[in-house]
Nanobody, 119 residues
């Protein structure tokens, strides 16, 4: 059974940083695509960052500020978020087994972790 568990969310002031973690069980990250997504109140879920076999891609809104990485030994994927803005406020989810930054293509999802950025 695949399980993805996110952690690391919280409240931070604009300009601050957070690092999200997603620990996987029943699923090998090293050979599969992983992604981070977010859903802000009243908005659709959007792709934030993805990684696959060392290749990474980011939404334009987070390029240069967010970094996705993974530790294969820990079977964990991370999202380092710097220079946070109020518009980054959302529930953040990690997901596995999809394509690019397309939420509908991902098969497995975590429960989410809330990120709140105040101005």
């Amino acid at each position: 059974q695949v399980q993805l568990v996110e952690s690391g969310g919280g409240s931070v002031q604009a300009g601050g940083s957070l690092r999200l973690s997603c620990a996987a069980s029943g699923y090998t990250l090293s050979s599969n695509r992983m992604g981070w997504f977010r859903r802000a109140p009243g908005k659709e879920r959007e792709g934030v960052a993805t990684t696959y076999l060392g290749y990474t891609a980011y939404a334009d809104s987070v390029k240069g500020r967010f970094t996705i990485s993974q530790d294969n030994a820990k079977n964990t994927v991370y999202l380092q978020m710097n220079s946070l803005k109020p518009e980054d406020t959302a529930m953040y989810y990690c997901a596995a087994g999809g394509r690019s930054l397309l939420p509908a293509s991902y098969k497995y999802w975590g429960q989410g972790t809330q990120v709140t950025v105040s101005s």
